[in-house]
């Protein structure tokens, strides 16, 4: 039992109470109301509260305890807040946690230094269970990611799918959009360049249509130039025919002498032809008008020539004494017609295009070439009043126009102070009285009349309700405006955003709106009448109320708003922002139109196929003039020291070898050229073979660079194509590189000697086309196939650098141009792919007006020589009508014919006439014979007979006695039907061309026999020929006079 004897103490001293009163510590339950004192009691304290608490009831004992434990609670309480608040105060606090801290640092460096000596104990157990762990964790781990897999494998393989066709767009987006895509980039997809079955059946089908076109092409030529010569033929058979006419139409003493004039001109020869003379009917007007045909034909079809010309003529940089500008522009539009039909159209509008490249080469910015009064705008102008335009005039702007012509009460005036005095001049009319307002105001006084303001506002009410009228109905004609506009607008904005990128649109939209309204639209709208667009006569308020609407539709089209000089009228200038939103979208979408080749169906090949050839008509001064100004301008027109070379070692371009051809121009103020007869010129090329184009070599060039850098990049990599290609070559590149060209250039695998197939052979034909690279088309093609890769890197490598003297790529970033257009066309196999089969329906298309063409020229080419046939025919029966009289009695002719009639052959058709060699000579027809034993004395006893039995064939027959041979005899003139085939014993001299053939015959008197064509002689004495020789050079005849005798003896 405890002692609580000294409870009331204690809890004093807890308590810390310490009063006078020795009372207040007692507790009243433990007071038993006795006054005992210290000194009577013989017992101890300790005995006495044991006594007590003894003798205390239980219960009043369990009081007591639950007193006690809630004073000590209450106790415990106070000292536990007392030390928490000493143990959260910050000095014992950070105390208590350092000594934790210290505390904790022993305890883990304790445990862990028993931990390492355990592991070290313990190192090789550990790693092995470590790695027995590891090895049964990845086991477990994979196994059941290999059983996941395997019960889902058919989604595992479309995720497959998915991620590397993810991957491969990526990568292929990749290499549409970079600007510079990385060569690994190409290598993953430059498989993607090789080609098909079907892409290589497709080469080979165009190429074999190619070589068609090529073919029927070069036979329609020859077809072409037969023709000629046949047209050649009839002009100088005509000619020929008409001259003998003339003189048989006299008759006496004056057919005598024509006779003998015509003669003396034969015996002189051709004269000296006029250089002015464009007729054709000499060698050398005939050459003359070829070669202005050529080269009309040069400048419509190769547009650098006059696009230069007329940029130098907008500088007044043409040089010439003589020349004269505004004959310059009238000239081109008479080499073009005007734009007649759609060839000349098509022409015009590519002189048009090289024309805006050239006179914006002269321009720094937009605003330059909008101030620019350039020569093509000039001639785009003149040539759009043709009927097509004057149509679409009428149809636009002829109910405008009519609108505010009729409507007589419309006054646009918009000049405030023409308003006023407009007004005062109706006031004193009205009033008969002098106004008064005064007589000269400003702009500002006129306004503030009250009467004045309110006619000002009225008429810009009005001024802006026609406008607008003007204007919806321009805009809703876009599908009426003529393609030529069109299409010259949409070039000169491709031009201007490649020159000038960084102009903004609206720079642009600009110079269209000058060109589209300003150039074009607007004339129409102000002289109406020269357009055809009204017949009425225009009355001055008429003509100012349209030229308010134009003035309104001008500032509309180029985005301006009235300024400081016209701020009267600044009230519309909201509206002129507006409406010119909506005419700006509308040039833009003017502008939207498709290309010329395409809308024309027009090509390199066009001339070739149609039937007619194309013919312009020109003046003799024109043409003069024009060859005069080529001439002097030759530094112009083909600039740069490269033309120069060429025409000092290749022979020229096409334009020099013209013009010297041509000769100097006889243009000048002292020659006397007609200008009131137009020539017509059958325009032809003055090249044999296919029009080529100038860039064609160049883009082959491109070509092989492109197909040989693939080959390359295919076997070795690298940051750049110069490092690739300046990289050491390895005996792994060899080897791949041997592996490749079996697959590449024979189309042979190891495997294909099991599968022989029709595919396996179109692989063989395929590989065989690729194995060969053109160098030099004079040159054998290089094989690819004995190339080593060294070689190859060698030879790409100079293609490249070739390409970069051309200018073409550079070698920036280590020629990755190249690399770039490598990615191009694996991008555009597709695109290549659809210009492929148009380019096999274009050549389809083609092939077939190719043969028709070449039907009409036979078909042509049979009605000439049917229609020369039918002439010489229809002259030689005339004539031998004229001369079947019965020939005088025993005189030369009658023992010619007796002896061919005895000899029982037929007397020929149209005649025969004996000569002998030295009447002949006497005649001037025979100059020499150059035969052995021979001489002049002797050529009394040579005869010479001249026969037709056929109309244009005449037969020349030759008799000597001492040139006997054996005893048969065929008579000299009679026409023998068993005739040896023809050999060539005519030959001309040195300036004829024709072909002659012989018939020998042997008989007792050994005779020579040579067949002349009429025709031909004909042409010989058109090329200027005045000699001709006969029988291997021994026999030498004067052409003109030989023609006369036989116009005398046959046609006549």
């Not at 060839?343 to 070439?369: P, S, T, W």
């Not at 008579?971 to 040896?980: C, E, K, M, R």
Request: proline fraction near 3%.
């Amino acid at each position: 039992m405890p002692n609580f004897g000294t409870l009331g103490v204690s809890l004093k001293a807890e308590l810390q109470e310490y009063d006078d009163d020795p009372q207040g510590a007692k507790t009243p339950e433990l007071v038993n109301g006795e006054d005992e004192s210290d000194e009577e009691d013989v017992l101890t304290q300790e005995e006495k509260w044991q006594q007590y608490w003894t003798s205390v009831e239980d219960q009043r004992l369990q009081k007591l305890i639950l007193c006690q434990s809630c004073i000590r609670r209450w106790l415990t309480i106070k000292h536990y807040k007392q030390m928490k608040e000493q143990l959260y105060s910050t000095c014992i606090q950070d105390s208590t946690v350092q000594l934790q801290a210290h505390i904790r640092g022993c305890l883990v460096r304790f445990r862990l230094g028993q931990r390492r000596q355990l592991y070290t104990e313990s190192i090789t157990w550990i790693w092995k269970f470590q790695a027995i762990c590891r090895r049964y964790l990845v086991q477990k781990k994979l196994s059941a990611k290999a059983n996941h897999y395997l019960n889902n494998m058919d989604k595992v393989i479309k995720v497959q799918q998915h991620v590397r066709k993810r991957c491969l767009n990526r990568k292929y987006e990749k290499l549409e959009v970079d600007n510079n895509p990385t060569i690994d980039t190409v290598q993953t997809f430059v498989h993607l360049l090789d080609d098909s079955e079907l892409d290589f059946d497709s080469e080979i089908n165009l190429e074999e249509m190619r070589q068609q076109v090529i073919e029927r092409i070069q036979e329609n030529n020859h077809l072409d130039a037969h023709i000629n010569s046949l047209d050649i033929q009839i002009a100088l058979f005509l000619r020929n025919a008409t001259t003998m006419e003339e003189v048989m139409k006299h008759s006496g003493a004056l057919k005598k002498k024509k006779q003998r004039i015509l003669k003396q001109q034969a015996m002189k020869g051709p004269s000296r032809s006029d250089p002015h003379s464009l007729n054709g009917m000499d060698k050398a007007s005939r050459e003359r008008l070829e070669l202005y045909q050529h080269l009309i034909y040069l400048l419509q079809t190769e547009p650098k020539y006059l696009a230069r010309l007329l940029s130098a003529l907008t500088l007044h940089q043409v040089v010439g004494r003589h020349t004269i500008y505004p004959l310059i522009e009238s000239t081109v539009l008479s080499l073009f017609g005007y734009t007649t039909n759609a060839r000349e159209e098509y022409l015009m509008i590519n002189l048009c295009k090289y024309c805006i490249a050239e006179e914006i080469k002269g321009a720094h910015n937009v605003q330059d070439f909008l101030r620019g009064n350039y020569a093509f705008m000039k001639l785009i102008v003149q040539t759009n009043r043709g009927a097509k335009e004057r149509r679409f005039f009428k149809k636009l702007v002829r109910p405008l126009v009519t609108m505010v012509i009729e409507n007589k009460e419309l006054d646009l005036e918009t000049d405030p102070i023409s308003i006023y005095q407009k007004v005062i001049n109706e006031e004193e009319s009205a009033t008969g009285r002098p106004t008064s307002r005064p007589s000269s105001v400003t702009a500002q006084g006129a306004l503030a009349d009250k009467e004045v303001r309110n006619r000002f506002i009225s008429h810009l009410r009005n001024v802006r309700e026609t406008t607008e009228t003007f204007l919806t109905a321009i805009i809703s004609s876009i599908d009426d405006v003529p393609y030529g506009i069109r299409v010259i607008a949409r070039e000169l904005r491709l031009t201007l955003e490649n020159t000038f990128p960084s102009e903004s649109r609206e720079q642009i939209t600009k110079i269209i709106g000058h060109f589209i309204y300003y150039r074009y639209m607007n004339p129409a709208i102000i002289a109406p009448e020269q357009y055809d667009v009204v017949d009425a006569v225009i009355n001055p308020v008429q003509r100012r109320n349209l030229a308010e609407v134009s003035k309104m539709l001008q500032y509309i089209s180029s985005g301006q708003v009235f300024d400081k000089a016209e701020y009267f009228i600044s009230p519309l200038n909201d509206y002129v922002l507006e409406a010119g939103d909506r005419f700006a979208n509308w040039f833009m979408e003017v502008t939207e139109v498709e290309s010329p080749e395409a809308y024309f169906d027009m090509d390199t090949l066009t001339d070739h196929t149609n039937t007619r050839k194309p013919m312009v008509y020109m003046t003799p001064m024109e043409l003069f003039h024009l060859h005069y100004v080529l001439e002097n301008n030759m530094d112009i027109l083909e600039p740069g020291v490269k033309d120069v070379t060429i025409r000092r070692n290749e022979g020229g371009t096409p334009l020099s070898d013209l013009l010297t051809s041509l000769g100097p121009s006889s243009f000048g103020p002292d020659q006397t050229i007609p200008n009131d007869i137009t020539v017509r010129l059958t325009l032809t090329s003055h090249r044999d073979d296919l029009p080529v184009d100038s860039a064609t070599w160049l883009r082959q060039a491109i070509f092989d660079t492109k197909r040989l850098v693939v080959y390359v990049i295919k076997h070795q990599s690298g940051p750049t194509l110069l490092d690739i290609l300046q990289a050491p070559v390895e005996q792994e590149h060899e080897s791949n590189w041997e592996k490749f060209k079996q697959i590449e250039f024979l189309g042979t695998t190891a495997d294909d000697n099991d599968n022989k197939s029709t595919f396996n052979n179109s692989k063989t034909m395929m590989a065989a086309k690729r194995r060969l690279l053109q160098l030099i088309a004079s040159e054998t093609a290089l094989d690819l196939y004995c190339c080593t890769f060294e070689q190859l890197k060698q030879l790409a490598y100079r293609f490249v650098v070739h390409l970069e003297r051309c200018n073409v790529i550079n070698s920036t970033k280590g020629y990755q141009d190249v690399i770039n257009m490598i990615a191009r066309d694996i991008t555009g196999k597709n695109a290549r792919r659809q210009k492929r089969t148009r380019e096999v329906s274009r050549m389809k298309s083609i092939l077939a007006h190719l043969q028709t063409k070449c039907d009409y020229l036979l078909e042509q080419g049979n009605q000439y020589e049917d229609y020369l046939n039918g002439c010489m025919t229809a002259m030689a029966n005339k004539t031998s009508k004229n001369n079947k009289k019965t020939p005088l009695l025993f005189s030369r002719q009658y023992f010619h014919i007796r002896e061919i009639q005895k000899s029982g052959f037929a007397v020929p058709r149209f005649g025969s006439y004996r000569y002998t060699a030295k009447q002949l000579h006497d005649r001037g027809i025979l100059v020499n014979i150059d035969y052995p034993g021979i001489k002049k004395t002797r050529y009394d006893r040579i005869a010479m007979v001249f026969s037709m039995d056929q109309a244009g064939l005449i037969a020349v027959e030759a008799r000597y006695a001492k040139w006997t041979k054996n005893k048969s005899v065929t008579p000299a003139g009679a026409v023998i039907s068993d005739s040896t085939s023809s050999v060539n014993l005519m030959s001309p001299s040195i300036s004829s061309t024709g072909i002659y053939t012989v018939n020998p015959t042997t008989n007792m008197m050994m005779g020579l026999r040579v067949d002349l064509r009429y025709e031909d002689l004909l042409q010989a004495q058109f090329e200027g020929t005045q000699m001709i020789t006969l029988l291997d050079d021994a026999v030498k005849v004067n052409l003109n006079l030989l023609i006369y005798f036989i116009n005398k003896k046959f046609y006549s």
